[in-house]
């Protein structure tokens, strides 16, 4: 009960962590990813104020008219080099950004798509997007992250716009992705902190709050144990003399006769169900340790015996009793109880099924368990009354009218007897066809 009660509060715990990791995580990529953005777009923008002045450049220096120590064979690659004169001269400011130390790089392109420079260390190696209109954020590889935009010259006159070059920039996104794996690790590292403490301070609040319930459980339980023990005492007295008055019928008076035998019968009920509730009580008060009692114990014989004894009563109902039993089948168990169980089982199928009908037994081995079924042709149990059969005091309405006396206690005690046994009980059943009970124990 404790541990089904840690289990469900740190169930709890861990879904309102893991969201709220998830949501930590979501909003600080999210973070990032804009600023990354935000990062490329000033780029973009301040290399695209530099393109009129790139591209005068390199047309000037296709077409030789530059100073002479600057003429290479080769046309310039970089802005740095393209710029190389001017800064020596220091005539010019251009906000060259030198990106040597950042995995980034910028591409100066004219109207017609032809690159004209680049300046950085790392560049996407393809071609301009076509019909580049807008900026276009674009993710390579998973690696890194672009943004092309062209460059617009405004007319004053007309206001019209015209493209007069493409920047393009591209940054790795390993640092943000290094970042992000850091906060992984934090927020995994951080819940399971939590978690572990959730767990320790669970454990304590679960126990503070079970200890009450325990107790008062306890106690209902030892109630209902010694009432049921003191009830036994004069109950014995209630049967024992009523037995000694039936012994001599003529000492009883005509008029009394029938009530004496109600009484009889009554007293013997009540014995019944007193013997029911201690022996639930008892169970109740062991369960979860296996009893001292328990012992090798061939369950072939107990149903052969019980078979036998319910013999007399099939008889009488004109009731078929049709066994397959396989021999020397031994389980550990408290044979009391194991034959508790079976006639508890037996007793129903003789009892809800009507005069002419059958009551098998089967038995199937498993490699370390072995099924036992108890069928029958009865009166059989709706479905929606299947979930209810092994509750204490409940019966069927149709199993009250078709016999009066049961208490409804039989199947909860079958039920505990499986369960101190470490086996199941199952039930199929449809009504005016019959029930078939499968119990599995395990065998030794
Ligand atoms: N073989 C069966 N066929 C039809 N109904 C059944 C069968 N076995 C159990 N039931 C249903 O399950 C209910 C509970 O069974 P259970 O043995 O606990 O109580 P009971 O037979 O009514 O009384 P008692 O405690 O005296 O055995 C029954 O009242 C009946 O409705
Ligand atoms: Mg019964």
Request: charged share 20%; proline share 4%.
């Amino acid at each position: 009960m404790q541990i089904r009660l840690l289990f469900s509060y740190l169930g709890v715990m861990l879904t309102i962590l893991g969201t709220s990791a998830v949501a930590v995580h979501e909003a600080v990529s999210h973070k990032l990813h804009r600023q990354l953005d935000d990062h490329l777009m000033t780029l973009a923008q301040t290399a695209a104020q530099t393109l009129e002045v790139v591209k005068h450049e390199y047309y000037e220096h296709k077409l030789g008219d530059y100073p002479e120590e600057y003429h290479h064979k080769n046309l310039p690659t970089s802005l740095s080099q393209l710029m190389a004169p001017y800064k020596r001269d220091g005539d010019i400011k251009i906000p060259v950004h030198h990106s040597s130390h950042y995995y980034q790089g910028v591409e100066w392109f004219d109207e017609k798509h032809q690159l004209l420079i680049k300046e950085g260390n790392l560049f996407p190696e393809k071609e301009l997007a076509e019909n580049l209109k807008a900026f276009d954020f674009t993710n390579i590889k998973g690696k890194n992250r672009t943004l092309a935009l062209p460059a617009m010259y405004i007319s004053p006159q007309t206001g019209k716009q015209q493209i007069t070059g493409y920047i393009r920039v591209t940054i790795s996104t390993t640092a943000l992705e290094a970042e992000l794996f850091r906060l992984r690790w934090a927020l995994a590292l951080g819940g399971a902190i939590a978690l572990t403490l959730t767990a320790i301070g669970g454990m304590w609040l679960s126990r503070q709050s079970l200890e009450p319930i325990e107790k008062s459980f306890g106690q209902l339980q030892q109630f209902t144990a010694d009432a049921s023990h003191e009830l036994r005492s004069p109950l014995t007295v209630i049967k024992t003399s009523l037995g000694v008055m039936q012994m001599y019928p003529e000492r009883i008076h005509p008029a009394n006769t029938e009530k004496l035998q109600a009484m009889a019968s009554a007293s013997n009920q009540m014995t019944c169900l007193v013997e029911d509730l201690l022996m639930l009580a008892r169970m109740d008060g062991k369960s979860g340790t296996r009893g001292s009692e328990f012992r090798a114990v061939p369950i072939d014989e107990i149903i052969e015996d019980l078979l036998e004894y319910f013999e007399a009563e099939a008889l009488v109902k004109q009731i078929t009793l049709d066994f397959q039993l396989i021999n020397n089948i031994f389980l550990l168990g408290d044979p009391q109880q194991l034959k508790r169980l079976f006639t508890n089982l037996l007793d129903n199928a003789l009892q809800y099924t009507p005069n002419g009908g059958t009551v098998t037994v089967t038995m199937e081995q498993g490699e370390k368990f072995i099924v036992i079924a108890v069928s029958d042709t009865g009166i059989g149990i709706a479905a929606k009354d299947i979930p209810h059969i092994f509750k204490r005091f409940w019966r069927a309405d149709k199993a009250r009218s078709y016999r009066t006396g049961g208490t409804g206690l039989g199947m909860a005690i079958a039920q505990s007897i499986v369960t101190a046994h470490k086996g199941t009980i199952t039930v199929t059943s449809q009504i005016d066809i019959g029930t078939c009970f499968k119990v599995q124990l395990p065998t030794v």
